[in-house]
């Protein structure tokens, strides 16, 4: 095994590529998982408590949302300027100031005397969250091996996939037995634990670089992925037209919000993209671009974009659909989802070492067959479609997608070299972010869209519900069968193929 040397002056760890991961590289992945697997629990729970909200708080609806909304758009704004961030400063600042923020917006809420102060909790929260998954992300691409990097990326699958599966229904019996500040009490010693263990253990890996951050930069970004994430969570109200007058006019305020926030958000991304092509000259951009220079990353990333927007749109309507056209209970919901998470996140090693074996393409295309064709198969529900057969294709659903994320994740990251991975892994979760955005959006909207011309048309409400869901899965299942096409064309990087990938 090689030797470990120490960069002067930082204080950082380099560490080149060994056969094994370090005691001090172990460590650091495993606190890391556990502090993402926290914070990614944290973000899921609240859409299930929107309604205790509402009557505890008295805010509208509306009102409610922007507990998500706002969240969500804190994670767009902070997670482009992580790639930067994630060089410019040691592992264990990063982490410790990821965890401080996610620690101290969970108090903020946990102790919110009204909406206000939750809402800015939310936003505290995001903050630590987004900086999270990068970290993570280019922590393991630092310290494991190229022939081991898809045993651990599994890992992070298991972390996706069953934080958010666990999440909706903790805060369930947690709503029904102590009520919402509990929510973020269970979460907030976890996370306190978390801090002070890593602020012991993490060693710092990897060289930093002492380069200002570009003030501009940070304003395009902020209003290019902000603008756009915000826009997409305007389609659900611009698509509705209601016949009331006031209905009417809220959807008429949604639609231009939604072109006016697009409209800047494209902008501001152009001019972003601009900026950091002038500033890649000298060395110093906020999110270096040249990473797209790698055709294998790219393909993964549009990839994971698309594979994004059928996902979290299709996890998102089957719910509602459960709720609201087959009348299922909460419980009973959460129920049908958890087997299908727990089967994705237990398949996530195994994935993992496939793919160091064998590469991408022997999971990826199998994997695209298999979401799409159950996302065909919802094609075909109705009111009348048992709960077990949504149990038995949300399980399946759920396998195709293990066997898509992890390749994707290891193949997109190990297409570039070491000095890129803080801004390829910031890509990633960024794509993922907007992906998912525009995928609930979409097929929400879809789906909402659908159901109230039919109700309007004299349908009954379950009837027109189903015409809803089977309209946004159509949609979920179309844009899946681009991921069987582009799954023939990613491959596994040969340790040697990245530097030249990306080279000046």
Known sequence: MAATDVTPGTGSVTLPRTDVVSADGNRAIWLLLAAAFVAILNETTMGVAIPHLITDLGITAVAAQWLTTAFMLTMAVVIPITGFLLRRFPTRMMFIAAMSLFSTGTLIALIAPGFAVLLLGRVVQASGTAIMMPLLMTTIMNVVPAHARGRMMGRVSMVIALAPAIGPTMSGVLLDTLGWRWIFGIVLPIALAALAVGAIWIRNIGETIREPIDALSVVLSAFGFGGVVYGLSQIGGAAAHGGTAAEQAAGAQATTTLIVSLSVGVVSLALF?????????????????????????????????????SFFG????????????????????????????????????????????????????????????????????DQDTTIWMILIAQTALSLGLAMSFTPLFTASLASLPRRYYSYGSAVVSTTQQVGGAAGIALLVAVMSGVQTSAVESGVDELAAGAQGAHAAFLIAAIVSLTLIVGAFFIRKPDDDDAPAAVAH
């Open 314 to 381: 299709a996890i998102t309507v089957i719910p509602l659909y459960m709720q609201n056209v087959l009348q299922a209970s909460a419980s009973v919901t959460g129920l049908v989802v958890l087997p299908g998470a727990l089967l994705m996140g237990l398949a996530g090693p195994v994935v993992g070492r496939i793919y160091d074996r064998f590469g991408p393409r022997v999971l990826l295309f199998p994997g695209s067959i298999i979401a799409s064709g159950v996302l065909w198969m919802f094609t075909t529900f």
């Open 273 to 309: 993209a601009w900026r950091q092509i002038a500033l890649q000259t000298r060395g110093v951009p906020l999110l270096d671009l040249r990473v797209f220079r790698s055709t294998n990353f790219s393909l993964s990333v549009a990839q994971f974009g698309l594979l994004s927007v």
